[in-house]
């Protein structure tokens, strides 16, 4: 069975300053890798993913991941945070011995100082 | 497209009474899921179905609550006799069956049973 954990509930950073959010997976096979992002009263909505191929990859506003196999990590970062940035950002992982369901985090909330 | 259009946005209920969630997928998405959002438990799987089937409703909390996909244009979340504790954002999401497709989430619908 897959899970995913997020470390950090929290995470508050500076207008400005680097974001950084860490995934770790557990698959029993090649995992596929979502993040998701919750902007207040609204669902959630796809960042990014990854399936095969190249490892680093980037979403929307300005984020992106990297898939390293070897630490079961799907970390995601964007370089300078915006207030804009400020939401509750899930981590997601599905495979093949599930139907490709979806198996979330418990979310991480980005808060973003002035 | 429209994406997955959820109806009613907000809904404020008496205990006891019924309370009818709908949802529109995606067209041509075969997987429809139901989750249910609070601040304790997170994001829960409630049910999902495949082409109109229902697959799996073990995160249905008890037997009040019930789920239909008449056809693969339609679904409603059903609770009778409602309680305060079912006090939630549920979100409906629709998906294309296979392999590294995520989900795309509608915009939810706040219940709250007073």
């Given at each position: 069975a897959q899970s995913v954990t997020q470390l950090g509930s929290h995470v508050s950073v500076s207008e400005g300053a680097l974001v950084l959010l860490r995934c770790n997976y557990s698959s029993s096979v090649p995992p596929y890798l979502f993040w998701y992002v919750q902007y207040p009263n609204q669902g959630l909505q796809l960042l990014l993913k990854y399936t095969t191929g190249a490892t680093l990859v980037k979403g929307i506003n300005g984020f992106e991941a990297e898939f390293k196999k070897s630490e079961t990590s799907f970390h995601l970062t964007k370089p300078s945070a915006h207030m804009s940035d400020a939401a509750e950002y899930f981590c997601a992982v599905s495979d093949?011995?599930?139907?490709?369901k979806l198996s979330f985090g418990a979310g991480t909330t980005v808060t973003v100082r002035a | 497209d429209a994406g997955v259009i959820q109806s009613p946005r907000h809904e404020v209920t008496e205990m006891g009474q019924e309370v009818t969630l709908r949802c529109k997928p995606i067209s041509g998405h075969n997987s429809l899921f139901w989750y249910r959002q609070t601040m304790m438990r997170g994001l829960e799987l409630l049910i999902y179905f495949n082409n109109n089937v229902p697959?799996?409703?073990?995160?249905?909390?008890?037997?009040r609550f019930s789920a239909k996909m008449p056809n693969a244009s339609f679904s409603t979340l059903k609770i009778?006799?409602?309680?305060?504790?079912?006090s939630a954002v549920y979100f409906c999401a629709s998906r294309e069956t296979g392999a590294g497709y995520g989900y795309t989430f509608g915009s939810g619908t706040r219940l709250t049973v007073v």
């Open positions: 093949r011995t599930n139907d490709y | 697959i799996d409703d073990s995160g249905m909390p008890e037997d009778q006799p409602s309680e305060p504790r079912d």
